[in-house]
């Protein structure tokens, strides 16, 4: 199984930010990518640096785990530096080689859009590294309730989301299962042709689809038999409740959203 | 073909917060055409043991032999088709293997993957059929309106249509008929002195090894608890209480015909007909005296 792309993936624990509620991450997140784009000195990078390391280091969540779950971004953060270094012509010209000319506003931009990309991924994969998939749709459930007013059917997107990723885990866990049974049945998916490789992919997916369809079916009538009948009138067994490690957060976050705006440039 | 596990470890999700040691430090050797039955509580890792007998896991540490085959943490073996065709697997649960457009279709796949020619596999499915205790209208059939008990038995056709030499079967019988359980244990036993294959048999039934197997290996949370000859394994009645396993239900018979009658009659794999023998021999030999 891969797990090297760890977003999505809940890494159980009991730090300060694990027990947040996970209304006040969401929002706080939100305004952090919001605000990274305002950043443009070094100290207001630094501030949000600070913010987003500070939170990962009380989130106690291995970094080296993080770190192997970053991997895949890495390259695009690299990436957007060395185009930044070839095409940005700003600032005055610090290396000449052969063709190419680099200046030290590249330098300075590619840093920059590196520093935001790692910002934002970091930030983002830490709201699903710490909050379990049921407490973030219910976050969502409970933020989207206005649209309630205008018939929005938010009860039952919730339901729908927290279903499909209630199942992600098993789907992977049937998917190893059935291409180990095929591949003991002398299916290769490894080596051979493209040709032969798409084939081999049937013998994986019809299996998988026949227990995913199952699956559901299963599962509608056992709620329906548990007596499901949508979400009108329906209590809650985990209820979100905002506390004091929240409201210091908040005051917090709002710390640094002033000495951004104090610091950054105009 | 023998088979060696030589202090054989595995991690699932090594090296992240979800490890999970399935197996810990476990050494074993089976030789050639013995019939091994392995047995644990749930969790106590034998389907994870079983994935190492066709190379679909490398041992975190350890070495395990097959044969001339080889698994190691570096090296897989590079003729892996190879080792598999002469290894078949009966998985836990096989009927999700299922996927062609007809039954015999199913069966024909593992064959055919291993160049079998068609003919040959023609001849095999006819012989099997029956064996397993299929009908020939139930061949041309999609495998999804089968029973699951039917499944079952389509996907353990298909695996025996390989003719592997080393036989391994997961619980094979679970959610079969008591009937049917029986009988295909008697079709396995059959296969396995007929052909002289090598087989293990995963299972909870202390009946089942103590009628079939050779030898016992019982595993408790990955490692090897117990080892020996059925009948020395399954008259521990403390040891296997402990891991949560009971003592076959003739064991507890006898024990308890010896704390009510003050009679031993010794633990020595019989059938219910020798013992009923043996205590006729008692009950005359007291009426005599
Ligand atoms: N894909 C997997 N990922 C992580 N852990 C697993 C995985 N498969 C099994 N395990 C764990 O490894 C241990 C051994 O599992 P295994 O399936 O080998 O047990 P078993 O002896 O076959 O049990 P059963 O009698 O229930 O079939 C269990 O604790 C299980 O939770
Ligand atoms: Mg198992």
Redesign the interface.
């Known amino acids: ?1 891969n ?1 090297s792309l760890i977003i999505g993936q809940y ?2 624990g009991n730090s300060i930010v694990h027990r947040l509620d996970p209304r006040t991450k969401i929002t706080i997140i939100f305004f952090f990518v919001f605000i990274v784009f305002f950043a443009n000195t070094l100290i207001s990078y630094g501030i949000l640096t600070i913010f987003a390391l500070t939170s990962m280091i009380t989130s106690r ?2 970094i ?2 993080i770190l ?1 779950g970053l991997t895949p971004v890495w390259f695009l953060i690299v990436f957007t530096f060395i185009l930044h270094l070839f095409v940005t012509k700003e600032g005055t010209l610090i290396f000449h080689l052969s063709i190419f000319k680099f200046y030290s506003g590249g330098v300075i931009q590619g840093l920059a859009i590196s520093v935001r990309f790692f910002l934002l991924i970091l930030v983002t994969s830490l709201l699903t590294l710490t909050t379990t998939p049921i407490e973030i749709t219910d976050a969502i459930e409970d933020m989207l309730h206005p649209l309630n007013k205008i018939k929005f059917p938010v009860h039952e997107l919730a339901l729908m989301m927290s279903i499909s990723l209630r199942f992600i885990p098993t789907l992977m866990q ?1 998917t190893d ?2 291409s ?9 998916f490894r080596t051979g042709p493209i040709k032969d490789r798409a084939k081999a992919v ?2 994986l997916l ?2 998988l689809f ?2 995913a369809f199952k699956r559901a079916e299963e599962l509608a009538m056992a709620m329906e038999a548990r007596g499901y009948h949508g979400g009108e009138g329906r209590t809650k067994l985990r209820e979100l409740k905002i506390g004091k490690h929240d409201i210091l957060i908040y005051i917090l976050f709002a710390f640094v959203i002033a000495i951004l705006f104090y610091t950054r440039s105009y | 073909m023998d088979i060696t596990f030589k202090n054989v470890s595995y991690i699932y999700q090594a090296n992240s917060p979800f490890a999970h040691k399935a197996i810990d430090d476990l050494s074993f050797h089976i030789p050639s055409g013995s019939f091994v039955a392995v047995i644990g509580h749930t969790g106590s890792g034998k389907s994870t043991l079983i994935q190492h007998l066709n190379g679909l896991v490398k041992p975190t540490a350890g070495e395990v032999t097959i044969g001339d085959f080889h698994l190691t943490p570096e090296q897989k073996p590079k003729n892996m088709k190879e080792l598999r065709s002469r290894v078949g697997v009966v998985f836990q649960y096989p009927e999700h293997q299922l996927f062609e457009e007809t039954v015999e279709k199913d069966i024909a796949f593992g064959p055919e993957n291993f160049g079998v020619s068609k003919s040959e596999i023609k001849h095999r499915i006819q012989q099997i059929t029956p064996a397993v205790g299929l009908t020939e209208e139930l061949l041309e059939r999609s495998p999804f309106e089968l029973s699951g008990g039917q499944m079952r038995r389509v996907a353990i056709a298909g695996v025996l249509a390989v003719r592997p030499d080393v036989l391994v079967l997961d619980e094979p019988t679970a959610g079969l008929d008591p009937r049917g359980q029986k009988e295909m244990m008697k079709m396995f036993y059959q296969l396995h002195q007929e052909q002289g294959l090598t087989t293990i048999l995963v299972t909870h039934s202390m009946e089942d090894a103590v009628k079939y197997a050779d030898h016992v290996i019982i595993l408790n949370k990955g490692t090897k608890y117990m080892e020996g000859k059925p009948e020395a394994v399954f008259t521990q009645k403390k040891a296997l209480n402990k891991v949560q396993l009971d003592v076959p239900e003739m064991v507890q018979f006898l024990n308890q015909f010896q704390t009510k009658l003050g009679k031993e009659i010794p633990f020595d794999r019989q059938s219910i007909k020798q013992v009923a023998q043996s205590i006729q021999q008692i009950i005359k030999g007291a009426e005599s005296s």
Not at chain 1, 180 to 188: E, F, H, I, L, W
Request: glycine share 4%; no cysteine; charged share 25%.
């Open positions: 199984m797990n890494v159980p969540v291995p080296r785990f192997k049937e299962k059935i180990k049974a095929q591949a003991s049945r002398g299916v290769d049937v013998p019809v299996p026949v227990s």
